[in-house]
């Protein structure tokens, strides 16, 4: 009995002491694998950014999966070669020439074993895959292109053929002053024609956008939703290599957990931390906070097809009961300035009208008896669920404007669903109003009309309003066909008075990008335009694998 | 034992057509069409009409819900009307990260609640008895996610000690198959299992622990209880007269009858533990079955809701019904009991 108790008493401890016994193992093995983890704030619609036009699938596939022709240099101020080596343009802006590079390799991965490096078929594949309806891609995993449709450049392109293996030439209906800058955007990637043909032979085409293969400097690895996407170095990349080995981007919706698992070291790179802890995090030694500038706008959009929003009363009523400075003080803590028009305050063609969105609850109780619905009426805000670098709360958002709505008299539902949900559901128009808002994608001010609010826009979901207007479309297209600034100047400051009196929006703020990182962290830079950029970031000392 | 342990299964067997009768009915139940309900494949999919065919949609409801079981037991659950990911597959990864916790959790709480109960029972009313209580009492009534926060906010920010996400440091990159951290380990032989081991052992502390405390509090009263009650009982006092230790009378004589009470009241406090695992699930960001049933709730994703249900509700059924054996076996009185024999 005696000794079976002692054996008994001995394999508890045992038991007991075996999680500190593994606790102490020393931590000799260095070469385990190092990277860098970015704690994103959603999960990725898709690995192909040219389906869709969400920020968080911008920033994890558009420039660590793939490549561009060309890209956008904010600080020289000019269009850069990337997969093109040079370009040139004809003298009526109708024909453009890509040269390409000849040695730019593609991934090579379980799933895909590229025979060649990129060639002209690989852009002509890609381009038409949006523009041409006849592809045999162009309907895979049902989408739509909703960045291409909506700024029209899916009608504009004529024709497109590679000259030869090297050589692309574009055909322009018209001339359009903003086709390389929607070039440059992260929309514009290129994919492969091989991996294409390939699927399209073994009867599983939409695995091109779930098992992406590109040119860019990072390869994918695994997703898992709601969990992490992994992705490790391209090899044989054409660029100098990718400085970390492995990117994991792990999900996190909350804010707060992001800053949290920062301070814990659970993350290295935080996107989006909450706006009243900015200061704080200033001031930690261990964290660098970094600010951008983006060109962005938060607004609050109307569905113009449901009554009562069909009514341009009712929407300059709701624009009239809310008060954006408060707004700014307990949404963005400052951090941000008021929008009194669409277009960014860094644009060339801003041209605020403050008294068309002031705060005046009288005047809107007036529109709305004019409107006669003097008694209010109830309505729904739908507010995005994820922090976006124009709104880093629209709940909170959402919660204030209840309250100023109730002062007019409506009622005011907050609803929310998963980013990816809330998004399809948007673009269904199931929405009465929505806060939600654009950064551009590039620095030419169309970027902030026809994808947003043209008709074009509209039939490919992007138009939050629902908003169709010929005469409003005459205008951003008048703008685009020719190059001579002051007359485009001129149709913009017209474009942003018309949306003054029809309101199918309200802008609301024009803020700062925050990001926050390890101190250890770089080779991290917040680009004002486009998605994030990690190929050159990294630990600045070979760290030891953190727990 | 025979024709208890038969009446046991047949029980569990009918409860278990009762529950997959009633996941069946809420395709029914839910808006939509029953057919995506129950199979994630929507209407305007080119294989929607073969789907509703296979799934038994031309017959009657009789022959819906045979081809619902015959789907269920082929493995295939239907797909997420949200990523079209397959249900059954998510559920079985998503499963072992949830079992993985909960039965650490169970197995770290087992022993000091057991002792400290055992403790409190050797001296009633006085001091040590007194504090143990106060601290089982208050650490029943304090919920578990302001634990968590507390623990998030002291151990793992204030003090650095420990992460707070996940089940591992990502950037080990050890693929998913079972789920349960520890045995994916085992699976993907890292190049360096000793600090896979130490991350993800580092990365349970928080969670487990935390949610060890609230069956631990339990069982201190439990066995505290059943403990007192056994000790006044005749036999231990004729131990005792025969000049038997202290000792020796607990361990053989207390203890393993004062533990029949306990383990009769050990799946009340399964199901207690199942509800914390899917609080701290959503807390920890661990990739568990909780963490994906409260958002396709949320989401309304049909398909998710019926799995989940299903194997929860399975899991809580099971662990009953197994309970009940353990205790018969070990127990012949209750045999005796059920059986109303002399």
Known sequence: MATTKRSLIKTCTAALCLPVLIACAPQSEQEATLGVLYCAEGNPESFNPQLVTSGTTLDMTAAQLYDRLIEYSHKENNYQPALAERWSIDEHGLRYTFYLRDDVQFHTTDWFQPSRPLNANDVVFSFRRWFDPSHPFHSVSGRGYPFFTASGITELIDSMKALDEHTVEIRLKQQDSSFLANLASDFAIILSAEYGHQLLAAGTPELIDQRPIGTGPFQFSDFRKDVLVRYHRHPNYWRELAASEQIVFRITQSDHKRMLM?????????????????????????????????????????????????????????????????????????????????????????????????????????????????????????????????????????????????????????????????????????????????????????????????????????????????????????????????????????????????????????????????????????????????????????????? | MTRYLLRQITLLFFTLLALSLFTFCLSYWFAGSAVTNSSGIFPDDPSYAAIATARGFDGGYFGQYIAYLRHLFAGDWGRSLLDGAPVFEQLIVRFGASLEIMLLALLVAWFPGVAFGVLAALKPGRSVDNTILGMSISGYSIPVFWFAQLAILLVAVQWGLTPIAGQIN?????????????????????????????????????????LAIMPMMLLIRLTRNSMLDVLNKNYIVSSYAKGMSTRRVLWSHALPNAMQQVIRQLSNLISLLIANTFILEVIFSWPGIGNWLVRSIYERDYPVIQGGLLIIGSLILVTHVLLNLFHAWRYPQVRKDLYAAP
């Open chain 2, 170 to 210: 990502p950037l080990f990159d050890i693929p998913a198959v079972t789920g349960s951290i520890l045995i994916d380990i085992a699976l993907a032989q890292p190049a360096n299992p000793q600090a896979a081991y130490y991350s993800a052992f580092m990365h349970m502390i928080l969670p487990v622990t935390v």
């Open chain 1, 262 to 547: 920062l301070l814990t070291q659970d993350c290295d790179i935080s996107p989006y931390p909450p706006a009243r802890d900015v200061e704080w995090l200033r001031q930690k030694e261990s964290i660098e906070l970094q600010a951008t500038v983006s060109p962005n706008t938060a607004f609050w959009a109307f569905n113009t097809e449901r009554p009562p929003f069909d009514d341009p009363r009712v929407r300059q009523a709701l624009a009239h009961a809310i008060d954006r400075d408060a707004l700014l003080r307990a949404v963005y803590f400052e951090h941000a300035v008021r929008a009194d028009s669409i277009l960014p305050n860094t644009s060339w063609a801003h041209h605020p009208i403050p008294d068309a969105y002031r705060f005046d609850p009288e005047r809107a109780r007036e529109l709305l008896a004019e409107a006669d619905l003097a008694d209010g009426f109830s309505m729904d805000i739908w507010a995005i669920p994820v922090q976006r670098g124009y709104n880093p709360n629209a709940r909170l958002m959402a919660e204030r404007m209840q309250s100023d709505l109730a002062r007019i008299g409506v009622r005011a539902n907050i609803v929310s669903y998963e980013w990816s949900t809330f998004r399809r559901r948007l673009a269904e128009g199931l929405h009465d109003s929505v806060l939600i808002g654009w950064s551009a994608d590039h620095a030419d001010p169309d970027n902030f009309f026809r994808p947003l609010l043209s008709c074009r826009a509209k039939e490919s979901g992007n138009n939050r309003a629902q908003w169709c207007d010929p005469l409003f479309d005459d205008l951003l297209n008048a703008a685009i066909r020719t190059e001579l600034m002051p007359t485009r100047q001129n149709f913009y400051q017209q474009a942003q008075e018309y949306l003054a009196i029809e309101v199918p929006l309200l802008p609301i703020a024009h803020s700062v990008r925050f990001q926050a990182s390890q101190a250890d962290i770089e080779g991290l830079q917040l680009a004002p335009f486009g998605g994030i950029e990690l190929r050159r970031v990294k630990h600045r000392d070979t760290q030891e694998l953190r727990p």
